[in-house]
Structures are given as C-alpha cells and as structure tokens.
C-alpha cells in the first residue's frame, strides 16, 4: 500500500476511499451531499459515480481552487458553495449521501 | 436527506496519530508514534457526536471500519512539509525527534520515511433500523 506522493498529501491514495464507501454505499446515480470538501479532491473522485453532488466549503479561497480544478477536468455534475453544514439545515435538496470526509 | 439515505464519516482514527518509521524495501524501523494534544478533544467530540445520533435514533450504524495508509517520504524536510500541511499537525512525543535524527544518519541505503496514517470510515443510514 506504499507511495510516493508530489506533493505531498496526507490524504489516503487516489481510489482508495471509494473503493472503502462502496462496499457500503452504492454510490452510483446518487444525489450526494459533501461537507468539508476542501479543493475538492474527493469530489473528482466520486463525481464519475454520483447522479449530481453539492459540495460545501467554508475556505473560498479552498472553493475558488475546487471549482478551477473541476472544471479543469471536464467534470459538470458537481456544485460548489461556500458555507458550513449549518448553512444548509434549511435546504430542502434531498440527498441519498452526506458524506463529511476530513472534515473536522 | 432522504429517508434510507446514508452518511459517511471519513477521519483519522480516535486514538491512534500517524507512525513514523525508516524503511526500506526489505526492512522497516519504527521511530515513534506522533501525538496531537491540540486535535484529540476534536476527535473525541465527533465519535460522541456519532454515538448521540445513534442513540437518538436518527440514524442507525451499518458498518465502522479503521484502514490505514502508508507515505513514504524521502527525507526529513519533505516530512516536516508533509506534516505542516495539515491544519492540525502532530508532533514527536520528547525525544522522538531526536531519535529520528540518530536513526536517519544510521540509515541503510535507499531508506526513506514511512509514515502510517490511520483513519476510521463510519457508516450510518438515516433514521431507526428497520
């Protein structure tokens, strides 16, 4: 399970973590919610899989780099906002997944 | 969230803060287990948080598992980098990191640094059990 990572990230190797949440959670064509999405490196990862994802941030400037870097890849089925979980109480969005990763 | 919807929870592990070891392909030295006072009371809160939801009754827990991952780093600075990149960095416990500095002078050819990350990955599915 060893790697070299440039740059280096202390975040699990790339796959790694959807390969662990679908054992549990089929994550195909689901609507899913996620919290704390930082640059949205895992975003990218679960968007080829997800229906559509609202992905949350408080770091503008962490939503600025996600937003880039997503579209950068072409993918289109995936929303950032900047705010915190508490911001979105009152949506009324249903999601299949929520998905806090890293984000305490 | 839907009814039958699922969380996932993906954070380090509650007790346990990353490993740091030199290694090479045909060998491993454990130099200390790093300690993070300043997270652990954020830790402690999110598994009590997760355990009050479940007593609750708001969502009912489908799996916990803990899984680790291994970096290797090829020399101490880019392992301070490694660390600093976090917004919570641990540290050495006393005399950890002067043990790494003697270890890291005695090292074999080709060694590098092996750190061990350990994360938990919770699953829940939104309300009572069936």
Redesign the interface.
């Known amino acids: 399970?060893?790697?070299?990572?440039e740059p280096?990230?202390?975040y699990?190797?790339p796959g790694?973590?959807v390969r662990?949440?679908q054992?549990?959670?089929d994550l195909a064509g689901k609507r899913i919610?996620e919290i704390g999405c930082g640059d949205g490196r895992l975003t990218r990862e679960i968007a080829p899989l997800a229906a559509s994802i609202v992905a949350v941030e408080p770091d503008p400037a962490r939503v600025a780099d996600a937003t880039r870097l997503t579209a950068d890849a072409g993918i289109t089925n995936v929303r950032f906002r900047v705010g915190s979980a508490q911001d979105l109480r009152s949506s009324a969005e249903?999601?299949?997944?929520?998905?806090?990763?890293?984000?305490? | 969230?839907?009814r039958n919807?699922?969380?996932?929870?993906?954070?380090?592990h509650q007790q346990r803060r990353p490993d740091v070891a030199i290694a090479t392909r045909t060998s491993r030295h454990p130099v200390a287990a790093l300690i993070n006072p300043v997270?652990q009371p954020?830790?402690d809160n999110?598994v009590a948080s997760i355990r009050t939801v479940v007593d609750e009754r708001r969502f009912t827990p489908?799996?916990t598992?803990n899984?680790?991952?291994?970096?290797?780093?090829?020399n101490t600075h880019?392992m301070d980098?490694?660390?600093r990149?976090?917004i919570r960095p641990p540290r050495f416990p006393p005399g950890g990191r002067r043990r790494l500095h003697e270890m890291w002078k005695a090292r074999a050819e080709g060694a590098?640094i092996?750190?061990t990350?350990h994360?938990t990955?919770v699953?829940m599915k939104a309300g009572p059990a069936d």
């Open positions: 399970m060893g790697r070299t990572v280096v990230s202390d699990p190797p790694m973590e662990l949440f054992r549990h959670v919610l249903p999601f299949d997944v929520a998905l806090f990763s890293w984000s305490l | 969230m839907k919807g699922h969380v996932i929870l993906v954070q380090p997270f954020l830790i999110a489908v799996s598992s899984h680790q991952f291994r970096v290797q780093l090829p880019q980098a490694y660390f990149g976090g590098q092996e750190i990350e994360m990955l699953v």
